[in-house]
């Protein structure tokens, strides 16, 4: 069976602070791809990172970093200095080499506060 | 290069009506997806099409659903007889190919329908 969990339902930052959405996942493929989406209030799903389960590098992208960690199943994504603009429903998921869909998480909801 | 485009993008609908949705993929990607996202939740995978073949299909598409892609472009999502529980969000995705560097799906806005 293959699941991702967002333990955290929702957070609220203030602005300029640093914050961090958790994803744990679980499969049973050896070769397997995680996602993050953002979904803002409009409710358009919008791709932000693919990482394979082969390249455990971590990837920045300006303000965005991700920490991929096999030995504990986690694809933690990471803010640094949010601003407003963040606000939204953040979306980890997964996809595993035996199958073609995506199994999504729950959901953080991110409020950053001016 | 446009995205993903679905319409209409809100349906209002009695019980027991029969609703039909449409998406229009990214052109040239030949994969097309359904999802279904209810309140506070992420989004449940429905169907999946690789040019007009449905190759997965859930169990959560019951035989009042049934989706299209008669000519491996466009796709439609038909629901008979609604019932309240179909209220949600359907979201269509599409991708390029099946090699892993084409494996990112791209979603579209989204039908919302609300039965009532």
């Known amino acids: 069976a293959q699941k991702v969990t967002q333990a955290q339902t929702e957070i609220s930052v203030v602005e300029k602070e640093d914050v961090t959405l958790d994803c744990v996942y679980e499969?049973?493929?050896?070769?397997?791809?995680l996602f993050w989406y953002k979904q803002p209030p409009s409710g358009e799903l919008v791709f932000l990172i693919r990482?394979?389960?082969?390249?455990?590098q971590n990837e920045i992208s300006g303000r965005y970093s991700w920490n991929f960690q096999k030995s504990t199943s986690s694809f933690n994504f990471t803010i640094t200095a949010s601003q407003v603009v963040d606000s939204a429903v953040y979306f980890c998921?997964?996809?595993?080499?035996?199958?073609?869909?995506?199994?999504f998480g729950s959901g953080t909801r991110l409020l950053v506060r001016p | 290069d446009t995205g993903v485009s679905q319409d209409p993008r809100h349906k209002i609908t009695k019980r027991g009506q029969n609703v039909t949705f449409r998406c229009d993929p990214i052109?040239?990607?030949?994969?097309l997806y359904w999802y279904r996202q209810t309140l506070g939740q992420g989004p449940e995978f429905l169907t999946y099409?690789?040019?007009?073949?449905?190759?997965?299909k859930s169990r959560l598409l019951s035989d009042r659903f049934s989706a299209e892609r008669p000519k491996g472009s466009f796709s439609t999502l038909e629901i008979q007889r609604t019932e309240q529980g179909d209220s949600a969000m359907y979201l269509c995705?599409?991708?390029?190919?099946?090699?892993?560097?084409?494996?990112?799906?791209?979603f579209g806005p989204g039908t919302r329908l609300t039965v009532l």
């Open positions: 499969t049973r493929d050896t070769t397997y791809y």
């Open positions: 052109s040239e990607h030949n994969r």
């Open positions: 099409f690789q040019n007009e073949a449905q190759l997965e």
């Open positions: 990482r394979n389960s082969f390249d455990e």
């Open positions: 998921a997964l996809r595993g080499d035996s199958s073609y869909k995506l199994i």
């Open positions: 995705a599409s991708r390029p190919g099946l090699a892993p560097n084409l494996d990112t799906q791209y």
